[in-house]
């Protein structure tokens, strides 16, 4: 069974930080691209980073370049998103997703969500 | 960056009825487009892929449709559980980016 399981979200300040993570299992996680994807409340869904099966290549939405980091551990089957200099407009559910390719890209594979809350 | 733009932002229905949701692109995207559904409090899930086919266990009630910059995802005979948000996304360059979402109500 595949599962993806995020953790790390919480409340935190205007400015501070806050690490994801997310745990992959029942399928092959290290041959895989991984995003991240986030949903403000009662909004859409918006892409924020991707991240290559052997972390040699990252994309970021233009939003969060140079505040937020995606990084994987192969090892460990997980993805992490290291955000810094939160925003209020930050505050959302921070989904991870399996990134698959085949034909077109898709993601086919979701976690729970962990929710991200940017206030004072 | 591509826009994606759906309509209607929300419809009611009733079950039985067929339902057609479109989404149209800023720019040509092939048929590099997904349709997602959430329903409240869950994460999406992948319905449709490359516009027009059916990801494994999905109901063949649900089909895609389109190419160019207009596509169409329609739900042929509403059923209960189909009552959900609806969005498409397109896979055709980075950033990947989605419809607003198409909210299914029943009337």
Redesign the interface.
Known sequence: EVQLVESGGGLVQPGGSLRLSCEASGFTYSGSWM?W?RQAPGK????VA?IKEDGSDK????SVKGRFTISRDNAKNSVYLQMNSLRAEDTAVY?CARDHW???????Y????TLVTVSS | ?IQMTQSPSSLSASVGDRVTITCRASQSIT??I?W?Q?TPG?????LI??ASNL?TGVPSRFSGSGSGTDFTLTISSLQAEDFASY?C?Q?YN????????TRVEIK
């Open positions: 995003s994807v859409g869904l918006e892409w991707n994309n970021y939405v233009d989904y085949a034909n077109s890209q898709m993601f086919d979701w976690g729970q969500g | 960056d048929t590099f997904n997602y959430q869950k994460a999406p899930k992948l892929h490359a990801q969005y996304q896979s980075n950033p990947k980016t989605f419809g607003q979402g």
